[in-house]
């Protein structure tokens, strides 16, 4: 079991952002930017190309009103750029984050560190714009 199927099954915390019967996005603990979202599907595949067609097009689908709400969100950030790395946690997820340039994507840069109330605020607003 994954550490990210952990936390769609509740048995570790997180901050949900949304969630159907397929898919999960909740905020990232680690992140580069504040309003940075994973969104991973439920059912555990490691590599994201070997998800089926259909749920990598449900995947998109899910993600883009997120997506948007951050934008709305952070309307500092130029735009909602999307990553799909995958080396950390054998469990395909989307990075969902707000970005002004490309280098806000790096992700050799330092992580935030952020408190319990700073992530409750950026979930709330993140839902806001849902």
């Not at 590599?47 to 067609?53: E, F, G, L, T, Y």
């Not at 997120?66 to 909602?80: L, Q």
């Not at 999307?82 to 280098?103: C, D, F, K, N, Q």
Request: net charge negative; proline share 6%; glycine share 4%.
């Amino acid at each position: 079991m994954s550490l990210f199927t952990k936390v769609i099954n509740g048995e570790l915390p997180s901050y949900k952002i949304a969630e159907n019967d397929t898919f999960y996005a909740f905020l990232d603990i680690f992140p580069l930017r504040e309003g940075h979202v994973l969104v991973v599907p439920k059912q555990e595949v490691d590599k994201i190309w070997d998800a089926s067609a259909e749920v990598l097009s449900a995947w998109l689908n899910f993600a883009q009103p997120i997506a948007k709400a951050i934008e709305k969100a952070f309307p500092e950030c130029n735009r909602c750029g999307m990553s799909v790395i995958g080396i950390e946690v054998p469990h395909a997820h989307m990075h969902l984050i707000p970005i002004s340039t490309a280098e806000d994507l790096n992700f050799t840069n330092p992580k935030l560190k952020l408190t319990e109330e700073a992530f409750k605020a950026i979930q709330a607003k993140i839902i806001a714009h849902l």
